[in-house]
């Protein structure tokens, strides 16, 4: 099976690493990391739909199950396409972004424009940065909708593994949490092939862009048939409005790149105040294992 012929723009996305943007402290970015917002925009004017835009609200809605947004402060680390961050505010959420790629920033807008007119005048604070540099939190607890430096809801989707140090991530993301409010987290699962995901992943940032192009195409009919055997289910049938040829590219080229099993998650954030309120296994062992946590 080969993959989708990708946009000729997709060949940016093996140029190298992605440059610190003028403007941009070095404090504020991650040293040497995928661009996923290039790929985040190649997927928004490539592939993203109407069809996958309603897709994606009624997973958000599944995921939340009960937990009200109206009113309530959200902060979405890492937004990437802006999916998750537009349906809260169409939720009447007052919402703040953060990511550590300026793309995300553009990105976020376009898709405001097309796919959420009910929004398209509301104004979406977003920090440019990474949740690991003090500078950035210092902003995030200023842009707090209330004044108090907290939210009532921080959710991270499928991110804080690719900051280069999950662990102070975690704790910066932690300490952002209002007591009452939540913790919602998407993180790579811990498997026996993780070390040698890794290697790969660190194989692909270190190539040069036809070798990257090469790994695409060769993992992609290997992702596709793992994924087939493992859940009996069509790959190309993904969940919150994503693309299965551009999950394939993040998943390879996504470094930095961590990963831990249910248990050491919560072990690691119950000293910080945080319960585990559900949790939704990954679909496939090396997948993103989701998280829901109150914080006391």
């Not at 999950?166 to 939540?182: C, I, Q, R």
């Not at 049938?237 to 551009?246: A, E, L, P, S, V």
Request: with cysteine; proline share 8%.
């Amino acid at each position: 099976m080969k993959p989708p012929s990708p946009h000729p723009e997709a060949k940016d996305l093996a140029a190298g690493e992605r440059p610190r943007p003028p403007g941009v402290p070095a404090e504020r970015t991650a040293a040497a990391q995928f661009d996923f917002g290039k790929n985040w925009q190649l997927f928004s004017e490539h592939a993203l739909t109407p069809e996958k835009v309603r897709q994606a609200r009624r997973d958000f809605a599944r995921l939340l199950q009960g937990i009200d947004l109206k009113g309530k402060s959200f902060l979405d680390i890492g937004f990437g396409q802006g999916l998750s961050l537009l349906i809260a505010t169409a939720m009447d959420a007052r919402t703040v972004g953060c990511d550590i790629n300026p793309t995300c920033g553009e990105v976020l807008e376009a898709n405001k424009r097309l796919f959420f007119p009910e929004v398209a005048a509301a104004p979406v604070p977003v920090i440019i940065g990474s949740i690991l540099a003090d500078a950035v939190l210092a902003d995030l607890r200023r842009a707090s909708p209330e004044g108090t430096g907290l939210y009532d809801l921080v959710h991270s989707w499928g991110v804080l593994h690719h900051t280069g140090n999950m662990e102070l991530a975690l704790k910066n993301a932690a300490s952002l949490v209002k007591p009452g409010g939540y913790l919602i987290l998407a993180l790579y699962n811990r498997h026996w092939t993780s070390p040698l995901w890794l290697g790969i992943k660190y194989l692909y940032h270190k190539s040069p862009p036809l070798l990257r192009q090469g790994m695409i195409h060769l993992f992609y009919p290997l992702i596709y048939l793992a994924k087939l055997v493992i859940t009996g289910e069509n790959p190309r049938k993904q969940t919150r409005g994503m693309d299965f040829y551009y999950n394939v590219v993040d998943w390879v080229g996504g470094y930095p790149y961590e990963y831990a099993p249910r248990e050491e998650i919560i072990a690691r954030l119950q000293p910080l105040g945080l319960e585990i309120q559900r949790f939704i296994p990954a679909q496939v062992p090396t997948g993103c294992n989701e998280f829901i946590f109150r914080k006391d």
